[in-house]
T-cell receptor, first 114, second 112 residues
Framework: DAGITQSPRHKVTETGTPVTLRCHQTENHRYMYWYRQDPGHGLRLIHYSYGVKDTDKGEVSDGYSVSRSKTEDFLLTLESATSSQTSVYFC?????????????FGAGSRLTVL | DAKTTQPTSMDCAEGRAANLPCNHSTISGNEYVYWYRQIHSQGPQYIIHGLKNNETNEMASLIITEDRKSSTLILPHATLRDTAVYYCIVSDSNFGNEKLTFGTGTRLTIIP
């Protein structure tokens, strides 16, 4: 799994609370991504990073912020969680044994906002 | 604006070859075709990719038409563990500058 760890794996929170999801990698990959997955929508890109402190928006970035202060960690923050952000969140890195342009995904973080 | 079109679902008998089609009629010359699959609620897993030539690895074969407007992923001897959602994606090779877009894929069910 290319040394990708997502935490927490499961979280239940209330509307209006802040939430931070962490993606940790151990192989020094430059590019990291956050996706969300909802029924009927496949995977949608939220934000991605192309280096320390270098990030950019994806197609569904509203309501989310990210930070990458060191290569190994990419944090996704929901400043004030809403029920529409109930989803499964996947982190991915680009590269690894399958090829430089291949994405390797983490196991996912299931977030429920009540 | 989807760059690929895949059937929503398919069934295949266990032990037979599963052939999953993908249309990518607007593919450009420097774009590769990638296939991933997602088993149940796990993270998507890379299967194979190619540019213009057919490719084979330990998991599958990828057949790309000569005009590159469509491709077929072949699982030669499908097992129950191949039941998954399969995603076909096109992307150029400009490292890191493209944002891979995953559609809803094809839900493949292997029938015992």
């Amino acid at each position: 799994d290319a040394g990708i760890t997502q935490s927490p794996r499961h979280k239940v929170t209330e509307t209006g609370t802040p939430v931070t999801l962490r993606c940790h990698q151990t192989e020094n990959h430059r590019y990291m991504y956050w996706y969300r997955q909802d029924p009927g929508h496949g995977l949608r890109l939220i934000h991605y990073s192309y280096g320390v402190k270098d990030t950019d928006k994806g197609e569904v970035s509203d309501g989310y912020s990210v930070s990458r202060s060191k290569t190994e960690d990419f944090l996704l923050t929901l400043e004030s969680a809403t029920s529409s952000q109930t989803s499964v969140y996947f982190c991915a890195i680009r590269g690894g044994s399958s090829g430089a342009n291949v994405l390797t995904f983490g196991a996912g973080s299931r977030l429920t906002v009540l | 604006d989807a760059k690929t079109t895949q059937p929503t679902s398919m069934d295949c008998a266990e032990g037979r070859a599963a052939n999953l089609p993908c249309n990518h009629s607007t593919i450009s010359g420097n774009e590769y075709v990638y296939w991933y699959r997602q088993i149940h609620s796990q993270g998507p897993q890379y299967i194979i990719h190619g540019l213009k030539n057919n490719e084979t690895n330990e998991m599958a074969s990828l057949i790309i038409t000569e005009d590159r407007k469509s491709s077929t992923l072949i699982l030669p001897h499908a097992t129950l563990r191949d039941t998954a959602v399969y995603y076909c994606i096109v992307s150029d090779s400009n490292f890191g500058n493209e944002k891979l877009t995953f559609g809803t894929g094809t839900r493949l069910t292997i029938i015992p």
